[in-house]
């Protein structure tokens, strides 16, 4: 693995069932996001975690959940999908959140899952 | 609040043409700004970023952007335009001294970037 992992890379999903998207990086960032991408709108940040035990909700965080058990794994959880949330999400991981001075500071995203609620 | 605004949905420049894709920015204070490419089906990939200094920073794939704080802005911009630059790019601001410590970045809804040959 060499930066960020997410699975599926894409699903059709009945509205009422309960799916986990899959993130893992290998880079030992401390900071993990979801984000969801949507035509017109951009990307939205739906949650995230500043360190391993810790998460925090972003700009639209209703129907879904999160954990960080450890740095490497976080995974996003629609308990009830519903057709509104058909979208592309996007896992990213920073190297730091309090030193914009260093080399790599920024975002590393993963390639995304296609998540479709029928 | 922190916002960022790409005016255009579309670009579309001549192969070898200089190209523009503009971006600008809302946010208390100093900011951090970067830009993201986007290609089909994959995810957004780093191009270059303002911290501090030189308003003039160069990024990978010889892009370049100009922070311009009069006028909150951070276009994007590149000299002679190739076809495999065609692409959605995305401007991200984050605000200097984000007290949450979250380090998160506001992005723009995109610009697609077509180079046509």
């Known amino acids: 693995i060499a930066g960020i992992t997410q699975a599926p890379t894409s699903q059709i999903l009945a509205a009422g069932r309960r799916m986990t998207l899959r993130c893992t990086q290998d880079?030992?960032?401390?900071?993990m996001y979801w984000y969801r991408q949507d035509l017109g709108l951009g990307l939205r940040l739906i949650h995230y975690?500043?360190?391993?035990?810790?998460?925090g909700k972003g700009e639209v965080p209703d129907g879904y959940s999160v954990s960080r058990a450890n740095t490497d794994d976080f995974p996003l959880t629609l308990a009830s999908a519903v057709p509104s949330q058909t979208s592309v999400y996007f896992c990213a991981s920073s190297d730091s959140y309090q030193s914009p001075s260093r080399a790599n500071y920024g975002y590393t995203f993963g390639s995304g899952t296609r998540l479709t609620v029928v | 609040a922190q916002s960022v605004a790409q005016p255009e949905d579309q670009v579309n420049v001549a192969e070898g043409n200089p190209l523009t894709v503009k971006c600008t920015y809302s946010v208390s204070g100093n900011p951090y700004l970067f830009w993201y490419v986007q290609y089909p089906n994959r995810g957004l990939q780093f191009l270059l970023k303002y911290i501090t200094g030189d308003n003039l920073v160069k990024g990978s794939y010889g892009f370049e952007a100009e922070f311009n704080k009069s006028q909150t802005s951070f276009h994007l911009k590149k000299p002679s335009a190739l076809v495999s630059d065609s692409a959605l790019y995305f401007c991200?601001?984050?605000?200097?001294?984000?007290?949450?410590?979250?380090?998160?970045?506001?992005f723009g809804t995109g610009t697609r970037l077509t180079v046509i040959p």
């Open positions: 991200a601001v984050r605000a200097r001294g984000d007290l949450t410590g979250a380090n998160n970045l506001f």
């Open positions: 975690s500043n360190t391993a035990g810790t998460t």
């Open positions: 880079m030992r960032h401390n900071a």
